[in-house]
């Protein structure tokens, strides 16, 4: 993430997560600290841990840039959640739709409430 090859990222996967806000938080807790949760209206926004937030060196409001299929996807950094348990494995959340245009999928109705896209 450092865009340096000589020194090891510290990050061993980064995984896009696709969710309906709301039915999200009906399963899950999401304790954001900063900042707030996603509104299904959002788009090219996200919610990370403060662990990448730290690592990559991003703020509320900041812009993380992922590759996609089709280039490259800015979003904005709209919440942050506490540092993960164990570092290196770290996701991005974001809206369905949202994760849905940045991989080039169909957008339609998917029964399940996250993709994972690793």
Not at 37 to 49: G, H, K, P, R, T
Not at 60 to 75: I, K, Q
Request: net charge negative; aromatic share 2%.
């Amino acid at each position: 993430m450092d865009h340096d090859p000589a020194t090891a990222d510290r990050y061993t996967a980064l995984a896009l997560v696709g969710i309906d806000p709301a039915q999200a938080q009906t399963i899950h807790a999401y304790p954001v600290t900063d900042g707030r949760f996603l509104e299904a209206s959002d788009s090219a926004s996200a919610v990370i841990s403060k662990t990448l937030a730290e690592g990559a060196n991003l703020k509320l409001g900041g812009t993380l840039t992922l590759p996609t299929p089709n280039g490259t996807t800015d979003l904005t950094i709209v919440g942050i959640l506490p540092q993960r348990a164990i570092p290196g494995n770290e996701e991005v959340i974001v809206t369905l739709s949202q994760a849905q245009s940045m991989m080039d999928m169909p957008v339609r109705s998917i029964p399940l409430k996250r993709i994972l896209i690793l």
